[in-house]
């Protein structure tokens, strides 16, 4: 397994694990406590900061693990150009729920949920593509 | 799968005659992974030109002889 696909697996495991909580701890009381008329700026921001550090953290990790074996070459480029580009058309859809959000007038809970929802569903659409490409081939 | 290429290769082949030459030490010498050398070899992963000359250059070979791309009918 190359560098690239565990650096993709572990980051994939984190983003669940973190956004996995995040989201179960934050919709979870939804229906007995109604919706807050804004998000928990901490909870959220400590969040995005959580999963910025761990994801900094594991690369560190698993290049020295693997001391860096094999560099990048071509086709990993191309297999992350791949994945940027899907995760990017994923994350501008999000941008354009959240901007329709802003416009009709949604609650600052929804927009701000709306705008993690679409960087979280694009990361994870980008890793999943990367794995997928380092599988079964670009 | 990606877009399945119809490019063929006798990579496999060529580095049995190379005195079994491995994956790894073919892809120290392209300045590739060995993951791509592997992909190149299941036809999983059509190389560069720049890549593919490379490779030919490792056996000596023109190449031709590394890569066969069927001709039109």
């Known amino acids: 397994m190359s560098f690239q696909e565990k650096s993709t697996w572990v980051l994939l495991a984190a983003m669940l694990a973190v956004y996995g909580w995040y989201a179960s701890a934050t919709f979870g009381g939804l229906a007995e406590s109604g919706v807050p008329e804004t998000a928990d700026n901490m909870r959220l921001i400590g969040t995005v900061g959580l999963m910025i550090v761990i994801s900094i953290v594991a690369h560190i990790a698993i290049a020295i693990v693997t001391r860096s074996e094999d560099e990048s070459d071509e086709r990993d480029r191309l297999i992350d150009l791949r994945g940027d580009q899907r995760g990017g058309f994923i994350m501008a859809l999000g941008l354009l729920g959240t901007l329709t959000l802003a416009l009709t007038g949604g609650s600052l809970f929804w927009i701000a949920h709306a705008a993690l929802g679409g960087l979280v569903a694009g990361e994870l659409v980008k890793s999943i593509s990367k794995l997928i490409d380092c599988r079964r081939g670009v | ?73």
């Open chain 2, 1 to 73: 799968m990606g877009k399945p290429t119809r490019i063929t290769n006798r990579l496999r082949e060529l580095r049995f005659h190379s005195q079994e030459l491995t994956q790894a030490e073919l892809a120290r010498r392209v300045g590739v992974t060995r993951q791509t050398i592997i992909a190149i070899e299941q036809g999983k992963y059509s190389p560069s030109l720049e890549v593919a000359f490379q490779i030919a250059n490792v056996f000596r070979v023109p190449l031709e002889e590394v890569f066969q791309y069927p001709k039109e009918a």
